[in-house]
């Protein structure tokens, strides 16, 4: 019973964007039962003409139902034409808005989501299984819901003749089953097969492009070559097997067709010879059964689409039937000067029998810069990605004004914090656009004061290119971008996600000191491998296996905790760089020289 109303809630879904088009839908049938009226009516004109103008020599009444004939055949052509028309514009439209539907759907996608169904799967469902569908729609005002009204009135035609050929109809009729019966039995496995190989080479396609420089640097092209020539190589074969099983279909239709019309002209020819049936009729039989079977052929190529279509709605189904695991909560306004608090947090991604954070208590506040360092892995990025709630805790809480982060609406939550990810990622269009992406009316003057804190001096223009994957700028160019977008408009909290690291140490020190602007309103939040980024927090949480291992001051912690000890070591070559102001507090500075030899990057 659920799965029922699961399926029910899926059709709905599905069917919601035809609401617009119901207009248009409306005139399809008028012109879809004046195109079919239009070709039962014909074989009957024919019939006439050879049985009584002909057969009488009756050249007026071959002239005057000739001209109906015609007339019918006008607008029947025009009808087809306004009924492949419209068909087209509402399919197109649908297509459309259901690509919009699920795009709008998976923008609400947390990390969860996006682990669960991949991302190249997800292109795949909004491109070529929304196609397959659109396609479906086309053809079922064109052709499914044409076909069976054509056929039935062209057996209650062929009837209405009065011969005792409708045997030869039936023989047919069941001929043709048998052989779409054996097409449906071997194509329909592959289908869903098709479209899975579709997923494959999407995600080797995006996986190798997106590699490229590590294949390169490798020597690994003919590796990658022969993997995706392997996933290249099974799509085609399934293709092949389809579709050369689909392809008989052509040749054995217009054999059974042709058997069909023999059949009719070897009987027929005794009764009209017998007097028991006019040649007319025989011909108008014909055509009434030339229709009865094409009638059957489109109904069943469409049966041979059922499998397509059903594997791609359900595709497409599925995206818009997940349940989105991060959701508004009541609260539409966060007081001034908010403080976030993460209280005995933990997170475990899903399926993972290891905890990724535990026990993770720290406060962020107003004028406060925190810092976050630790291992490969230790949780730097997920204790960033809770924040804004790309994830959302598994343990514990995490506290706005001391009220439950879930309580706030996402939007309200996230306008309040600024995000600057590890990766930097910029979009095709302009600096100027890239900019407004941070604040959509940000003013030039805003745009190039926030570019001037980041450092960004390698422009020339704010209308300057940036292309796909921002390619024409190198890995530092785009985190100072990138840096410059995250602080366009004022927030109440800063998060940077180790988007220092491709930074020279002279740039980096640069960023920062112009950065300190942002401490006088706002809190900010970093995370960095770099002792040279976070030495000068007012607090600094050293990580590991998930943990809190110690927090406080560069000073303290480098008295007191090894682990942090051992990563100030490791990025600072010569101790004797270590200047000690004070023996008892063990606080010291680091000249440049040293900052310059520290280690950078995860």
């Known amino acids: 019973m659920k799965n029922i109303r699961q399926t029910l809630s899926t059709i709905g879904k599905m069917l919601s964007p035809l609401k617009k088009s119901i207009p248009s839908i409306f005139l399809i049938f008028i012109f879809l039962l004046i195109d079919v009226y239009c070709n039962l009516t014909l074989p009957s004109y024919t019939a006439d003409i050879v049985d009584v103008g002909i057969q009488n020599t009756d050249f007026n009444y071959i002239i005057s139902v000739g001209t109906m004939m015609m007339t019918m055949v006008l607008i029947g052509v025009l009808a087809t034409i306004a009924l492949s028309y419209f068909s087209s514009k509402v399919s197109a439209a649908y297509g459309r808005d259901l690509r919009e539907i699920s795009y709008e759907k998976i923008l609400k996608f947390s990390n969860f989501e996006l682990n669960k169904i991949s991302r190249s799967s997800l292109i795949t469902r909004n491109t070529n299984d929304v196609y397959q569908i659109q396609i479906f729609l086309g053809l079922l005002f064109t052709t499914i819901l044409f076909a069976p009204i054509l056929g039935i009135g062209s ?217 976050i360092i630790g291992g490969t892995g230790s949780g730097k990025s997920t204790i960033l990605n809770l924040i804004p709630r790309l994830q959302d805790v598994t343990e514990g809480q995490i506290l706005v004004n001391d009220k439950n982060i879930k309580e706030y609406k996402l939007s309200t939550l996230r306008e309040r914090i600024s995000y600057t990810p590890q990766k930097a990622i910029l979009f095709q269009g302009t600096v100027r656009s890239n900019m ?50 995250s602080i366009m408009d004022k927030r109440d909290f800063y998060l940077f996600d180790d988007c220092f690291s491709a930074l020279d140490m002279n740039t980096e020190a640069k960023v920062k000191e112009n950065l300190k602007d942002l401490k006088e309103s706002s809190s900010i939040l970093i995370i960095s491998q770099r002792i040279s980024t976070i030495m000068d927090a007012d607090e600094i949480i050293v990580l590991d296996e998930g943990k809190i291992i110690d927090k406080g001051g560069h000073d303290y912690l480098y008295k007191n905790c090894d682990i942090y000890k051992e990563i100030v070591s490791s990025q600072i070559e010569r101790s004797e760089d270590l200047i000690y102001d004070n023996e008892e507090t063990a606080s010291f500075t680091i000249d440049s020289s040293s900052i310059k030899k520290a280690a950078g990057g995860k």
């Open 436 to 485: 407004q992406v941070g604040k959509e009316d940000a003013t030039d003057e805003e745009i190039e004061k926030a570019l001037n804190i980041a450092q960004v001096d390698f422009i020339e223009s704010l209308d300057d290119e940036v292309t796909q994957g921002a390619s024409n700028f190198s890995g530092g160019q785009k985190q100072r971008l990138s840096i410059a977008r």
């Open 155 to 371: 057996i209650i035609k062929a009837m209405e003749l009065g011969t005792d050929l409708l045997w030869i109809i039936v023989v047919t009729f069941a001929s043709v089953a048998i052989l779409l019966g054996i097409i449906f039995i071997r194509t329909v496995p592959y289908f869903k097969v098709m479209q899975e190989l579709i997923d494959k080479i999407n995600q080797t396609s995006r996986e190798i492009l997106m590699g490229m420089p590590v294949i390169k640097a490798f020597i690994r092209q003919d590796y990658e070559e022969e993997r995706f020539e392997k996933t290249n190589e099974e799509f085609k074969e399934v293709n092949l097997h389809v579709f050369k099983t689909l392809f008989l279909m052509i040749p054995a239709m217009t054999m059974i067709l042709n058997v069909m019309i023999v059949l009719i002209l070897y009987f027929g020819a005794y009764d009209a010879i017998n007097g028991k049936i006019l040649t007319g009729t025989i011909i108008a039989f014909i055509q009434y059964s030339t229709q009865i079977v094409i009638s059957f052929l489109m109904l069943g190529g469409f049966t041979i689409m059922i499998p397509r279509i059903l594997v791609s709605g359900r595709r497409v189904g599925e995206v818009l039937n997940t349940e989105i695991s991060i959701s508004d909560g009541p609260i539409d306004k966060i007081d001034e000067n908010p403080t976030i608090e993460f209280k005995n947090v933990g997170y475990s991604y899903p399926g993972s029998e290891k905890e990724t954070l535990k026990d993770i208590s720290f406060k962020l506040e107003k004028g406060k810069t925190t810092a």
